[in-house]
């Protein structure tokens, strides 16, 4: 059983940074892929970035040049470093693991979620 467990989520005004970071309970060279997911309130969660071990991460175009996806495989972390935040950011943020490389971008394809961690953005 994978354990995933999200930090860094606070509230941030506009324009601003924040970096979320991921801990994996077991070896991430295990995982085919790393996921990060946003739920804002009265929505379906969304993705919004995904990285294979191999390749180069994936991003949803909402976030695309402003959210940077690191996969630290010696660590057993990923982070999501987000810049220039905007109140349409405003989500609970969850990292996500898939054992098998496929449907990266169904949040119910993921084997594995963490608890999430909230992320305000003060326009």
């Known amino acids: 059983q994978v354990q995933l467990v999200e930090s860094g989520g606070g509230l941030v005004q506009a324009g601003g940074s924040l970096r979320l970071s991921c801990a994996v309970s077991?070896?991430?060279?295990?995982?085919?892929?790393m996921g990060w997911f946003r739920q804002a309130p009265g929505k379906e969660r969304e993705f919004v970035a995904v990285?294979?071990?191999?390749?180069?991460?994936y991003y949803a175009d909402s976030v695309k040049g402003r959210f940077i996806f690191i996969r630290d495989n010696v660590n057993n972390t990923v982070y999501l470093q987000m810049n220039s935040l905007k109140s349409e950011d405003t989500a609970v943020y969850y990292c996500?693991?898939?054992?098998?490389?496929?449907?990266?971008?169904?949040?119910?394809?993921?084997?594995?979620w963490g608890q999430g961690t909230q992320v305000t953005v003060s326009s």
């Open positions: 996500a693991a898939k054992m098998r490389d496929s449907d990266v971008l169904v949040p119910h394809e993921y084997d594995y």
């Open positions: 077991e070896s991430i060279f295990s995982i085919s892929v």
């Open positions: 990285k294979r071990y191999w390749g180069s991460p």
